[in-house]
C-alpha cells in the first residue's frame, strides 16, 4: 500500500504515546474494534518498538505506522518492527532520501512552504502538517492548496473531535492525526471500552471523497 492508500482507510489517525509494552496489544485492538485501522505508534518511549512489534503480530486488523522518525537510523528500527509506514514531525535532506530509498511509505513532517518543497523535491506529494493548529491550521491548509494542487496532508497537533470535521473538509487534506482517541488515564486504566468509544466517534468522521 502507499501512502495515501493507507491514509485513505481512516479519517483519523491516532497518534499514540505507549508506555507500558502490555497495553500495546488491548489497545490497538480497542481502536480496531472501534473503526480505526491506521495506528501511529510514536517512538517517544523505550516501549515503543517492543509495542509496534507486538501490535503487528497479534492484531492484524491494523495498519501500524512509527512516528517520531528523525533519523535516518529510526527508519531502519520502523522497519525491522514490521511498520508498515513512517512518519516524521519534520525533515530534512538526509532523512528524506533514506525515506524516499527504504521503500517504506512514508509522511515527512512540514510547517513551511519552504518545507513542501523540500519534501516535493525529493519525491513526495502526501505531508504530515505539524504542529498543525500553531502552522495556520485550516487558514494554512487553503494557502498551500493554491501553489500545490496535487499534495495531500495529514494535519496533526491541536486537533480534536470537534475541530476535525473543518481539517477534513478540506479537499487537500487526507485525514487528520491526533492523540485524543488514547488519552493517557484511559490508557493506564485499561478503559479499552472508552477507547473504543473515542475511536467509534472518530470513525464516523467522514471527507468529503467520502461521501463521493
Avoid: Y
Avoid at 72 to 81: N, S, V
Avoid at 107 to 120: E, F, H, W
Amino acid at each position: 500500500m502507499q501512502t495515501r492508500e493507507i491514509l485513505a482507510a481512516s479519517p483519523v489517525m491516532p497518534v499514540i504515546v505507549i508506555d507500558e509494552p502490555a497495553s500495546a496489544v488491548p489497545l490497538a485492538r480497542a481502536l480496531v474494534a472501534g473503526g480505526i485501522r491506521v495506528l501511529e505508534v510514536t517512538l517517544r518511549t523505550a516501549a515503543a518498538l517492543d509495542a509496534i512489534r507486538a501490535i503487528v503480530a497479534e492484531v492484524p486488523d491494523a495498519l501500524v505506522g512509527v512516528g517520531t522518525i528523525v533519523s535516518p537510523a529510526d527508519l531502519d528500527a520502523a522497519r525491522a518492527a514490521g511498520a508498515r509506514f513512517g512518519v516524521s514531525p519534520g525533515a530534512n535532506a538526509e532523512l528524506l532520501a533514506a525515506a524516499r530509498d527504504s521503500g517504506l511509505p512514508f509522511l515527512p513532517g512540514v510547517m513551511t512552504p519552504s518545507d513542501v518543497v523540500a519534501a516535493v523535491a525529493a519525491g513526495f506529494d502526501t505531508l504530515k502538517l505539524f504542529p498543525a493548529k500553531q502552522a495556520g491550521g485550516v487558514g494554512m491548509l487553503k494557502a498551500l492548496g493554491g501553489p500545490f494542487p496535487q499534495l495531500r496532508f495529514c494535519p496533526t497537533g491541536g486537533i480534536d473531535l470537534a475541530s476535525a470535521p473543518e481539517f477534513l473538509a478540506l479537499p487537500n487534506v487526507a485525514c487528520v492525526g491526533g492523540s485524543w482517541l488514547t488519552p493517557a488515564d484511559k490508557v493506564k486504566a485499561g478503559d479499552w471500552a472508552a477507547i473504543t468509544r473515542l475511536a467509534a466517534d472518530a470513525a464516523a468522521l467522514r471527507r468529503p471523497a467520502d461521501a463521493a
